[in-house]
T-cell receptor
Framework: LAKTTQPISMDSYEGQEVNITCSHN???????ITWYQQFPSQGPRFIIQ???TKVTNEVASLFIPADRKSSTLSLPRVSLSDTAVYYC??????????????FGSGTQLTVLP | GAVVSQHPSRVICKSGTSVKIECRSL??????MFWYRQFPKQSLMLMAT?????????EQGVEKDKFLINHASLTLSTLTVTSAHPEDSSFYIC?????????????FGEGSRLTVL
C-alpha cells in the first residue's frame, strides 16, 4: 500500500497561493493520486486527480514530478472558506479496493484574514 | 457529479439500542460501497467494504456482529450499529464507486454523526 506523508498543518492568508506537498515513495504503476477536501462534520469532497505531470481544474492544480514519488496540490488565491483538512490519497481508484485508498493524517489548512 | 446521500445526518440514542444508517447512491449504481469511521481530530478509518448481494468484508479489528452491513441493492447499503455504547459515538461516512459511466471514482456521503448517551 502506498503510504502518504503530508504536513500536519499549514497557515496562509487570504489571497495567497497555497501549495501542499504529499510524499508517496512507494507509489505503484497503476496508482493515481487523488486529493480530497473535508470540512468539519462533512464527508470528503473530491478536488482533483492525476497520474503524472500537471492537472488543472477550476479549483486547483496538481503537480506530479516524473518519478511520481510526490505531488503538490496548489490552491490559487485561497479564501477563508478554504480552511479545511486536505487529504492526499494514492491508489488504483478505478479498480482497486478502498483499502488501497488509505487516508493519511491529512493537512489542516487554516486561512487567516 | 455523482451524489451519495446518507441518512440520518445526526442521531442520538441511548446505550444498548441499535441504530441504522443508510447510504444511497442517487444517480448511479454502485456495486461496492465503503464504510468509514472518523473520531474527532482524526483521519478516516476504513471499517468495511460492502458488496451488493454478498457479505461485507471487514477490516481487522472491526466487529462484524456489532457493525452489521447490508447491501441489498445497487443503490443502497446500510450500517447498523447494534447495542451501541458511548465508545461507538463517532462520525460514520460511506463512499461508493460507480459501476460505469462516472469514471470509477469514489464519491463520499455527507456523513452521519452518532452520539450514544
Amino acid at each position: 500500500l502506498a503510504k502518504t506523508t503530508q504536513p500536519i498543518s499549514m497557515d496562509s492568508y487570504e489571497g495567497q497561493e497555497v501549495n501542499i506537498t504529499c510524499s508517496h515513495n512507494n507509489i505503484a504503476t497503476n496508482d493515481y493520486i487523488t486529493w480530497y477536501q473535508q470540512f468539519p462534520s462533512q464527508g470528503p469532497r473530491f478536488i482533483i486527480q492525476g497520474y503524472k505531470t500537471k492537472v488543472t481544474n477550476e479549483v486547483a492544480s496538481l503537480f506530479i514530478p516524473a518519478d511520481r514519488k510526490s505531488s503538490t496540490l496548489s490552491l490559487p488565491r485561497v479564501s477563508l472558506s478554504d480552511t479545511a483538512v486536505y487529504y492526499c490519497l494514492v491508489g488504483d481508484t478505478l479498480s482497486g479496493s478502498a483499502r488501497q485508498l488509505t487516508f493519511g493524517s491529512g493537512t489542516q489548512l487554516t486561512v487567516l484574514p | 457529479g455523482a451524489v451519495v446521500s446518507q441518512h440520518p445526518s445526526r442521531v442520538i440514542c441511548k446505550s444498548g439500542t441499535s441504530v441504522k444508517i443508510e447510504c444511497r447512491s442517487l444517480d448511479f449504481q454502485a456495486t461496492t460501497m465503503f464504510w468509514y469511521r472518523q473520531f474527532p481530530k482524526q483521519s478516516l478509518m476504513l471499517m468495511a467494504t460492502s458488496n451488493e448481494g454478498s457479505k461485507a468484508t471487514y477490516e481487522q479489528g472491526v466487529e462484524k456482529d456489532k457493525f452489521l452491513i447490508n447491501h441489498a441493492s445497487l443503490t443502497l447499503s446500510t450500517l447498523t450499529v447494534t447495542s451501541a455504547h458511548p465508545e461507538d459515538s463517532s462520525f460514520y461516512i460511506c463512499s461508493a464507486r460507480a459501476v460505469a459511466g462516472v469514471g470509477g471514482e469514489l464519491f463520499f456521503g455527507e456523513g452521519s454523526r452518532l452520539t450514544v448517551l
